[in-house]
């Protein structure tokens, strides 16, 4: 694997981020494949953009807070961060509500981000 | 084509698993290539050799062994079996146990990487 290119993968990242799992493992698995130097970027669409909302507060729930881990993505090079413009506005967020810096697209712009993709990888 | 098959969901619950080997029967008869299957998530409980379910029923792990049998790779994560209880002793013969490192293998090894239950 090491001789070829880098492979274009974009994680889709698309529940909120506590009630289900999806989104923790799911940076989990960006960590993991950051570290293997592809050409990755993540997506957050739907209630995927809540993923990112600032100042999250888990200890009511009893679960981990990983919000701020996704900062971490800088120091693996993984600058390709999108949200959706309508998820956001439909939920009240805008850019400055994310605990990240991240692109603000138009879903027809992510869509043909997909499309440029090697590996899609839904959570 | 080669393609990748990723399962995200458990067994029964929802018709991922079924849809996952369904997906991978079918294209094996028409003679495409299976580069291999990656348990992620509540997939990784899908190879659980304790699963006993009534007779007239199909038994999902026992079906993942099989395949495997047949020489395909099938890959559970191991950071999702640990979270949830699964490890070696427990998981069905034909199966391995490794890391995300082996999702990113087949994925981009494959012409196309499949996905089965995100909800």
């Known amino acids: 694997m090491a001789e070829k290119e880098k492979s274009k993968i974009m994680f889709l990242m698309r529940k909120a981020a506590h009630g289900s799992i999806y989104a923790y493992e799911g940076l989990e698995a960006i960590l993991i494949m950051g570290a293997f130097e592809q050409e990755i970027s993540v997506a957050f669409i739907d209630d995927g953009v809540f993923v990112l909302k600032k100042e999250q507060d888990t200890k009511p729930l009893g679960v981990k807070e990983f919000s701020r881990t996704f900062k971490t993505l800088e120091d693996f090079d993984i600058t390709n961060i999108y949200a959706d413009r309508e998820s956001l506005e439909q939920r009240g967020l805008t850019a400055d509500d994310l605990i990240i810096p991240v692109k603000v697209m138009e879903a027809g712009e992510i869509a043909k981000l997909m499309e440029g993709q090697d590996v899609l990888l839904p959570f | ?119």
């Open chain 2, 1 to 119: 084509m080669k393609f990748g098959i990723l399962i995200q969901d458990g067994p029964y619950n929802h018709e991922a698993s079924d849809s996952a080997y369904n997906f991978i029967k079918a294209a094996l008869e028409r003679g495409h290539t299976i580069q291999g299957v990656f348990f992620y998530n509540d997939g990784v409980y899908n190879v659980n050799k304790l699963m006993d379910p009534p007779q007239d029923d199909r038994n999902i792990s026992k079906r993942w062994s099989e395949l495997g049998a047949k020489g395909i790779d099938i890959v559970v994560c191991i950071a999702a079996a640990k979270r949830r209880g699964i490890n070696t002793d427990i998981i069905v013969p034909n199966v391995r146990i490794s890391g995300l490192g082996q999702l990113l293998e087949i994925a981009v090894e494959s012409d196309r990487l499949v996905t089965f239950g995100t909800g």
